[in-house]
């Protein structure tokens, strides 16, 4: 998300994510910061540092932060161990994805989980608690959370269904493969 320009707009990037997790780990003292909420940050601040029009850019930090929260607040138990197991952490937030899966594409879900007994950890966790900002390229991934943020249903539950869509895209390759594959 961070590009180097010669007016050093990095550094600034980087002072304001600096800023804004600092702020959220205060007010949250049960949570604080954990690793890959400046993943969540990143193209919020991104996307408001770059408006066109200069007067909004200049509040960037502020909107960002705001934003920031805004998600949080629906996936913040996802980033708190103790929450793990709980109805809200991210162990059930897999187990409906799974469902989802099940829902949709049976024998995909039965390969996966019966035959497999692949955990979901190991594909689904950096999938939901990143908001897939590590499995897209950038431009592509404002446009997935354009996608994400706009749906009237929530944003977690379009997240889970387009982990869902990526699971059926690679169908016949998951189906063909092994627990290494």
């Not at 890959?36 to 932060?65: C, I, K, Q, V, Y």
């Not at 709980?86 to 469902?99: D, E, K, P, R, W």
């Not at 994400?148 to 249903?153: E, G, M, R």
């Amino acid at each position: 998300a961070h590009t180097t320009s010669q007016d050093g707009s990095s550094a600034v990037h980087k002072e304001c994510m600096k800023r804004t997790l600092f702020v959220f780990a205060k007010l949250n003292p049960g949570l604080k910061y954990v690793q890959g909420m400046n993943e969540l940050h990143a193209p919020l601040l991104w996307t408001f540092r770059t408006d066109p029009d200069e007067a909004e850019s200049e509040h960037a930090e502020a909107d960002a932060f705001f934003c920031f929260m805004e998600i949080m607040s629906e996936f913040r138990d996802h980033f708190c161990k103790q929450l793990d197991n709980s109805s809200s952490g991210i162990l059930a937030t897999m187990t409906t994805l799974l469902g989802y899966l099940q829902e949709h594409d049976y024998e995909l879900w039965d390969h996966l989980v019966n035959r497999m007994s692949i955990d979901p950890q190991y594909f689904a966790f950096r999938w939901i608690t990143l908001m897939c900002s590590q499995e897209f390229h950038f431009p592509d991934l404002i446009r997935l959370w354009d996608t994400f943020l706009a749906d009237p249903k929530g944003r977690l539950d379009s997240l889970l269904k387009f982990c869902v869509a990526m699971l059926v895209s690679a169908r016949d390759l998951l189906l063909a493969g092994d627990f290494a594959s």
